[in-house]
């Protein structure tokens, strides 16, 4: 198998490069590799996946730093497998700042902020986790299915969340008998003051785990890989959020799994340009096709389709195809596609092409835009 080249060389950009200057750099290349400007082209193809690739890591912040710390393997889907992750985790575990300040200081600083403690046993939320997904700009305008790998904290397969050994179950603490709590007393000049905390040795759980499970370390909750099958819905734009609920970390105590929020790249099109719900694109004419008028084949994201250019057409004139841009995202209703007409000035003529055009010229009556040579009659050749 080829070694992977590096992306920033894929892209023609310096590893400083701002994300403007990356979509800019990815547009390029698929203008120059793109399928549907060179079909049939096999090293075409196979540079317009290299760039797609590249594109899908540089376009996304925090792919792009582990690639920049890491290289390739910073970037490969097994990336993070037993490692710390986001969205208030470790190691594979779930912590809470409530938690840890509550075990250093008693119950009163288990909110943090002051106000009761949180019970421990009581079900919690898992928390959200993020990923992202690469999309093409036909697969954003139309929606499309897409499989979503991401890191989440599960259940652990081994003690089914207990945090024993397999055979093993957890055991009532001795220190609080499995209140979970313990009663402490004060002297005060007021006299004994009896308050309760909660107990250090079982963090107020009531049982202890004797012997942990190897798998979780008696956590009862493993972070794994894990494919999402998700659907993404027509018209969505770039760098949009897309949540899946429940199938984020898993809770803990019978308490319901966080979110997982997507974040969708929009790739660039080498042809069509997003303005809301329309879509723009240019169509060169020549100067014979814009004055004379024509039928052309305009690109759209339904196909090719025929449009008659009137006579007369001027550079820059705008013509609209109606119900051809993108779908709206409530499903209701679809943008235009707007034609942005560009009259191409050909940069050599020959004798007998300059002969005409300056023919033309006269007839027009802008014989003061000629030479002296072409008012005369020479059109432009060299005398003998």
Same mark, same amino acid.
């Given at each position: 198998?080829?070694?992977?080249?590096?992306?920033?060389?894929?892209?023609?950009?310096?590893?400083?490069?701002?994300?403007?200057?990356?979509?800019?750099?990815?547009?390029?290349?698929?203008?120059?590799?793109?399928?549907?400007?060179?079909?049939?082209?096999?090293?075409?193809?196979?540079?317009?996946?290299?760039?797609?690739?590249?594109?899908?890591?540089?376009?996304?912040?925090?792919?792009?730093?582990?690639?920049?710390?890491?290289?390739?393997?910073?970037?490969?889907?097994?990336?993070?497998?037993?490692?710390?992750?986001?969205?208030?985790?470790?190691?594979?575990?779930?912590?809470?700042?409530?938690?840890?300040?509550?075990?250093?200081?008693?119950?009163?600083?288990?909110?943090?902020?002051?106000?009761?403690?949180?019970?421990?046993?009581?079900?919690?939320?898992?928390?959200?986790?993020?990923?992202?997904?690469?999309?093409?700009?036909?697969e954003a305008a139309k929606g499309c299915k897409r499989t979503v790998d991401t890191m989440r904290i599960e259940v652990c397969d081994e003690c089914h969340g207990n945090g024993c050994q397999s055979g093993t179950s957890p055991k009532t603490c001795p220190e609080c008998n499995g209140r979970g709590q313990v009663t402490v007393q004060q002297r005060t000049p007021f006299g004994v003051i009896q308050s309760s905390k909660q107990c250090s040795r079982c963090g107020g759980r009531g049982t202890i785990i004797e012997n942990p499970c190897k798998k979780c370390n008696g956590a009862g909750r493993v972070r794994k890989s894990s494919k999402i099958d998700i659907n993404i819905p027509a018209g969505?734009?770039?760098?949009?959020?897309?949540?899946? !609920? *429940?199938?984020?970390?898993? &809770?803990?105590? #019978?308490?319901?799994?966080?979110?997982?929020? %997507?974040? /969708?790249? @929009?790739?660039?099109?080498?042809?069509?340009?997003?303005?809301?719900?329309?879509?723009?694109?240019?169509?060169?004419?020549?100067?014979?096709?814009?004055?004379?008028?024509?039928?052309?084949?305009?690109?759209?994201?339904?196909?090719?389709?025929?449009?008659?250019?009137?006579?007369?057409?001027?550079?820059?004139?705008?013509?609209?195809?109606?119900? !051809? *841009?993108?779908?709206?995202? &409530?499903?209701? #209703?679809?943008?235009?596609?707007?034609?942005? %007409?560009? /009259?191409? @000035?050909?940069?050599?003529?020959?004798?007998?092409?300059?002969?005409?055009?300056?023919?033309?010229?006269?007839?027009?009556?802008?014989?003061?835009?000629?030479?002296?040579?072409?008012?005369?009659?020479?059109?432009?050749?060299?005398?003998?």
């Open positions: 198998m080829a070694e992977k080249r590096d992306y920033y060389e894929v892209l023609g950009v310096d590893k400083s490069a701002s994300a403007d200057e990356i979509k800019k750099a990815y547009r390029q290349a698929a203008k120059k590799y793109h399928p549907d400007l060179n079909p049939g082209n096999k090293e075409a193809e196979e540079k317009m996946k290299e760039a797609n690739e590249a594109y899908e890591v540089l376009s996304d912040s925090e792919k792009k730093a582990r690639y920049d710390q890491f290289g390739h393997a910073g970037v490969d889907p097994n990336y993070g497998a037993g490692q710390g992750g986001y969205g208030g985790s470790f190691g594979g575990m779930d912590f809470d700042l409530g938690d840890i300040f509550g075990s250093i200081f008693g119950n009163g600083f288990g909110g943090f902020g002051g106000g009761t403690g949180r019970n421990p046993n009581a079900p919690r939320r898992g928390s959200d986790t993020q990923s992202s997904v690469t999309i093409s700009f036909e969505v734009d770039d760098r949009q959020i897309i949540t899946v !609920r *429940g199938q984020g970390n898993k &809770g803990t105590n #019978g308490g319901p799994a966080g979110d997982l929020n %997507i974040v /969708v790249n @929009v790739r660039p099109h080498p042809i069509f340009e997003r303005d809301g719900y329309n879509v723009w694109c240019d169509v060169h004419l020549t100067f014979m096709q814009a004055a004379l008028g024509c039928k052309i084949q305009v690109p759209t994201l339904d196909g090719k389709v025929e449009y008659s250019v009137p006579a007369g057409t001027q550079p820059g004139d705008v013509f609209k195809l109606r119900n !051809r *841009g993108i779908q709206s995202r &409530g499903g209701i #209703g679809r943008g235009d596609q707007l034609v942005r %007409i560009i /009259v191409d @000035v050909p940069k050599k003529l020959t004798d007998k092409q300059r002969e005409l055009i300056n023919q033309l010229a006269i007839e027009f009556g802008a014989v003061e835009n000629l030479g002296e040579d072409e008012k005369k009659g020479f059109f432009g050749k060299k005398k003998k």
